[in-house]
């Protein structure tokens, strides 16, 4: 069983930043991929970011291409979303998930292990 914590949400001003991470609290996710949802009030969960095992592969969004970036240190176990240009339409829970497949690294299905979710509000 793999248990992912996620970390770093909060308040950002529009155009702000903010880097997530996400760390496994037993185990390691060194031979999963690993990806970003979110889900915003009233919609449903969407595919944000992944990212392969070595780091190799990289799959974004359209609506967070050029602005998102996702990476991993796997020396520290940990993957990172950083988010730049903040927009109030990233308002969301994001979700952090591990697969143990990279058959599609953007469908939910995919995913083995997910974490509880940080909360993300871009507001002034």
């Known amino acids: 069983q793999v248990q992912l914590v996620e970390s770093g949400g909060g308040l950002v001003q529009p155009g702000g930043s903010l880097k997530l991470s996400c760390a496994p609290s037993?185990?390691?996710?060194?031979?999963?991929?690993m990806g970003w949802f979110r889900q915003a009030p009233g919609k449903e969960r969407e595919f944000v970011a992944a990212?392969?095992?070595?780091?190799?592969?990289?799959y974004y969004a359209h609506s967070v291409k050029g602005r998102f970036t996702i990476s991993r240190d796997n020396a520290k176990k940990t993957v990172y979303l950083q988010m730049n240009s903040l927009r109030p339409e990233d308002t969301a829970v994001y979700y952090c998930?591990?697969?143990?497949?990279?058959?599609?690294?953007?469908?939910?299905?995919?995913?083995?292990?997910w974490g509880q979710g940080t909360q993300v509000t871009v507001s002034s």
């Open positions: 998930a591990a697969t143990g497949s990279w058959y599609s690294p953007m469908a939910q299905d995919n995913y083995d292990y």
């Open positions: 037993r185990r390691t996710v060194t031979n999963y991929g």
């Open positions: 990212i392969s095992e070595s780091g190799g592969s990289t």
